[in-house]
């Protein structure tokens, strides 16, 4: 018996180990503190949910939809993102999926042949990477670095394209760095996607979580709808990731390839969490707004508790809720600093290398937590770390 090739090519979502070790630690008595996973702590907004349970056990929702979902939801989602991001679409250019991340895997399913280059942002979400390589694809990194405030760099940008590039990846603000792309980024990306007629897939998951300015989408740019395919969902914003409600808003001739994508692989998306995300959209935003407060709040206090430990540098990040703090200075790759915050402080982080080679040298935390418990976290990882300077010893699991 054995796997197909292609198998080999895929990759995963390194939080989703880590919290697993974390988990096995505490199941041996040790309190551990979650700063890996990117999820809200809050539950969902009380009316979002309500608005599920009648469709559910009152509405009948409880049978196959539309593949591209119910036509109320994608109406409501053509409204908002006119509202919050200026594109002009219909509701026949909405595709709803369970979750996000099909959106990123059916873009590449649709446009990359075999050998087919995706630019894409490192450090950065690893899906990305993973699906390129998985269809066949090649992927390209477009170093996101520190001194550039962890914004992609659009010249060399440039001088990765070739005529093989097919896609490019953006994603702002960005998760693992916090970083966000200026009008001046976007605009000149923009013109890149033009002059060599790429189709860019614009992942705006934490678009609603940015935190000076506002979101500028590069689809409304001149020359942008027909080759712009706008990534978004619930699970941010409105503490929903349970739900598995995502969205892409996509140019017209991609539509149907699409729909055909989710025919085949999951049919349609659940029929009565269809229901809550309208109700997410068009009803109180004042949860969702008291998210995005708590959030700044905590991007303070754990931002400056980092800055405050010997050893470490971060920058405040403009969006999210990640903080990516350089850690270079204790002479250790980001695996063994994050293995060794683990098992000797009890706090579970990610190694910046979980999205890619360039995220040697930091780690990643959610602030996506009490402020009780990141003061915690602080507390005890500037203890750990003082050790490690002190002793060199790192604790590791086979400790």
């Known amino acids: ?10 990759g995963t979502e ?6 697993a070790r974390a ?3 505490e199941a041996t008595g ?14 969902t907004p009380r009316h979002v949910s309500e608005a599920a349970a009648r469709a559910l056990l009152d509405e009948g929702a409880t049978h196959y939809t539309a593949a591209t979902g119910i036509p109320p939801l994608r109406e409501a989602i053509v409204a908002d993102v006119k509202r919050w ?8 250019q909405v595709v ?23 630019i894409y942002p490192n450090p950065g979400f690893p899906i990305y990477e993973s699906m390129a390589r998985y269809v066949g694809g090649t992927p390209v990194a477009a170093p996101l670095r520190e001194a550039n405030d962890f914004r992609i760099d659009v010249d060399e940008v440039a001088g990765l394209i070739t005529e093989r590039t097919r896609l490019l990846v953006l ?11 200026t009008d001046e980024d976007i605009g000149r990306l923009a013109q890149l ?27 409304t740019l001149p020359g942008m709808a027909e080759r712009t395919i706008t990534l978004d969902g619930f699970s941010k914003t409105f503490a929903m990731t349970g739900w598995r409600m995502g969205y892409g808003v996509l140019p017209e001739w991609l539509v149907p390839a699409f729909s055909r994508l989710v025919i085949n692989s999951v049919s349609c998306t659940n029929a009565f969490a269809q229901y809550g995300a309208i109700e997410a959209l068009t009803g109180s935003q004042d949860e969702a707004d008291a998210y995005r407060a708590e959030f700044i709040a905590r991007r303070s206090l754990m931002v400056d508790g980092l800055n405050a430990i010997e050893g470490i540098t971060c920058r405040m990040p403009h969006g999210a809720f990640y903080a990516f703090p350089n850690v270079t200075s204790f002479g250790r790759t980001s695996a063994e600093v994050a293995d060794h915050l683990l098992y000797d402080a009890g706090v579970c982080g990610l190694a910046g290398t979980a999205f890619g080679k360039h995220g040697e040298g930091y780690l990643r935390f959610s602030y996506a937590n009490s402020r009780e418990n990141l003061s915690l976290a602080l507390e005890r990882i500037g203890e750990s770390l003082a050790t490690l300077q002190r002793t060199g010893e790192l604790v590791g699991a086979a400790s």
């Not at 991001?85 to 026949?92: H, L, N």
């Not at 999926?97 to 446009?111: D, V």
């Open 14 to 19: 390194t939080a989703f180990e880590a919290a």
């Open 1 to 10: 018996m054995r796997l197909a090739s292609r198998m080999e090519r895929i």
């Open 23 to 25: 988990r096995a630690l």
């Open 171 to 181: 994603n702002t603000p960005n998760n693992p760095t916090g970083s966000v792309l």
């Open 193 to 219: 996607a033009v002059e060599h007629d790429l189709v860019v897939l614009a992942d705006e998951i934490y678009g609603r979580l940015q935190y000076e300015g506002s979101l500028i989408s590069i689809a």
């Open 96 to 118: 709803v999926t369970p979750g996000a991340k099909p959106i990123m895997f059916y873009a590449m399913l649709a446009l990359v042949d075999d050998g087919d280059e995706v």
């Open 30 to 43: 040790r309190e551990v503190i979650h700063l890996e996973i990117g999820e809200p702590d809050f539950d």
């Open 85 to 92: 991001k200026g594109i002009q679409t219909t509701p026949e």
